[in-house]
């Protein structure tokens, strides 16, 4: 059997023909830009997210910028956020003009470490732009409390966490603006790139509606320079199908994490992701597989478990390589998310992060390992993952 990290094979043979319905409905309007499509699609959005406003735009990474230049960030500015991301949440930063300051992660929740906002604080800083990575909601009450104590702005990524709630709100109403992905893999995936931002505030959310399109807020006369950022009609279309299934398929994602979480609890040496707050949507559920501690070659079996990580004296690769392999030759697809930080990535060499700045960070890109999680995954499948996980893994513990 083979188990993928993700597909859609499943929710196209449930949704196909409402999806071709609708898809074919924009095609023949001839509206493809623009329209009550998309208007209705935003409306819809909104409202499920807890906020009276919502912009529809051409990707989340275009959310982070459009939000940052809503927010008139730009040179001189610093934004705090997480290394521990997809590098577009860091990308977007510097896209404006505006400097990225990493703080490092909680090793248990992989968020953002409050904790360490504070000293990070300078006078350039403008934003806080936490992460809700992997669906796991920011503390968002205590985060937004910073901010108001310093005066400072909150973005939040919300790309991987659509559906995601902290304290019973939405993630994306908490902040100044929310910033969705509608990436295909992404709780909500439209059938190509997609995205939006959520705000409570009407002006602002005119302000963001305009950048979007040129800075453009009528026809042929252009009050900024924005950007070609809008939502296609067809992308409008097949989101609005499905946005109604979403909080039916973060259900499911719920069940499967905790599924896994109670079958997997036994297996030494694999740590699991720390247990769920309720708000928490699964877009993915990431083991970390300790590192040889020995170093790679002097290990070869010889080094001393610690308490939170085991050794499975495999001298080549750290152990998490080598265990993705042997689950992929066993039919099991797992991904890592992410192996370099963004820190670490050449292009923000100019930063200047050297080797051990963000220890935790570091560590945890060396650890992670995303399982199979997605809404259709069947019980059969993720059974042979625990499986597969555990024929592997339980001999070298035992040794
Ligand atoms: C996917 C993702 C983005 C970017 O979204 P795109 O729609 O792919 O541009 C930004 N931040 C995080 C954390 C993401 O996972």
Redo the contacts with the bound molecule.
């Keep these: 059997m083979q188990v993928p990290p993700f597909s859609l094979d499943a929710q196209l043979d449930a949704l196909g023909k409402e999806l071709d319905q609708a898809v074919l409905q924009v095609l023949r309007s001839g509206q493809y830009i623009g329209g009550s499509v998309i208007g209705g699609f935003e409306q819809a959005f909104a409202a499920a997210m807890g906020v009276p406003h919502a912009v529809g735009c051409n ?6 910028v459009l939000a940052l230049r809503g927010l008139g960030i730009g040179q001189g500015d610093e934004v705090i956020t997480a290394s521990f ?2 590098f ?2 860091a990308e ?1 930063i510097s896209a404006v003009g505006a400097t990225p300051v990493f703080v490092d992660v909680d090793p248990t929740t992989y968020l953002m470490d409050l904790d360490q906002i504070e000293a990070a604080i300078t006078p350039a800083t403008r934003v806080l732009l936490p ?1 809700h ?1 992997f669906g796991r909601p920011v503390d968002m009450e205590r985060l937004c409390g910073i901010a108001a104590r310093h005066g400072l702005k909150v973005v939040e ?1 919300c ?2 966490a659509t559906g995601a709630s902290w304290a019973g709100r939405p993630v994306g109403s908490w902040g100044d603006v929310g ?1 969705f ?3 295909p893999t ?1 709780n909500l995936g439209a059938a190509g ?3 939006a931002l959520t705000c409570r505030d009407g002006q602002l959310a005119q302000t963001l509606r305009e950048l979007a399109v040129h800075g453009m807020p009528r026809r042929y006369l252009h009050t900024a320079l924005g950007y070609n950022s809008r939502l296609d009609a067809i992308q409008a279309a097949v989101l609005a199908v499905k946005l109604p299934h979403l909080p039916r398929w973060v259900e499911r994602r719920r069940a499967i994490a905790a599924r896994y979480r109670q079958l997997l609890a036994g297996l030494a040496g694999i740590q699991l992701p720390a247990a769920g707050v309720a708000g928490h949507s699964w877009n993915q559920f990431v083991v970390r597989v300790p590192a040889c501690l020995g170093g790679a070659k002097a290990c070869a079996g010889s080094c001393t478990p610690s308490a939170d990580s085991a050794c499975f004296g495999m001298p080549e690769a750290g152990c998490r390589d080598w265990l993705k392999q042997q689950l992929q030759e066993a039919g099991v697809s797992t991904i890592i998310y992410y192996p370099i930080p963004i820190h670490r990535q050449p292009a923000f060499a100019p930063l200047g992060y050297g080797p051990g700045s963000l220890p935790v960070t570091e560590r945890l890109c060396s650890e992670v390992l995303s399982l199979p999680i997605f809404p259709e995954l069947s019980e059969a499948q993720q059974q042979r993952v625990i499986e597969v996980l555990g024929a592997v893994v339980q001999p070298l513990i035992a040794a």
């Design positions: 990707s989340g990474t275009d959310a982070l991301s997809f577009a949440t977007a992460v990575l990524d790309a991987q910033c992905s509608f990436f992404k790139d997609g995205g």
